[in-house]
């Protein structure tokens, strides 16, 4: 052997250099960005049920964290991210089962339709509570 490994001298997977982006690649993308979010506002969900259960004292604490700006950002953000990850599973439950909306042009139109109803759900959600 002169040292050197063969395995140095094969292509790397063309993958990257040749994969054409589309809605679909990145709805899959944000579905697993989304999953890993939810974890996180969870967290925030279970602080303030703490809160609520230890008195008033902390729970004042915890509320006027959610209240504040950033909370509220926090909160839509995660609005978006539970409605998103709940419409990507169905559309993931459609294509496993009965291989319903497979074909790239299908899928294409339900990914970009995916992201409108995480935002515009999470709009008329937040506006639903504003208003009452």
């Known amino acids: 052997m002169s040292g050197t490994n063969p395995a140095d001298s094969r292509p790397l997977s063309p993958h990257l250099g040749i994969w054409r982006y589309h809605a679909t690649m990145f ?61 990507t599973g169905i559309r993931f439950l459609l294509w496993d089962g009965p291989h319903i909306g497979f074909d790239p042009k299908t899928a294409s139109a339900v990914s970009i339709f995916l992201y409108a109803f995480a935002v515009l759900g999470s709009v008329a959600i937040w506006a639903a509570v504003l208003w009452l």
């Open 27 to 87: 709805a899959s993308i944000t579905h697993r960005f989304t999953g890993i979010g939810l974890y996180f506002g969870t967290f925030l969900i279970a602080a303030w049920l703490i809160g609520l259960a230890s008195g008033p004292e902390t729970y004042d604490i915890i509320e006027s964290v959610i209240a504040s700006i950033p909370g509220q950002v926090i909160l839509f953000a995660w609005t978006v991210a539970v409605l998103f990850h709940f419409a």
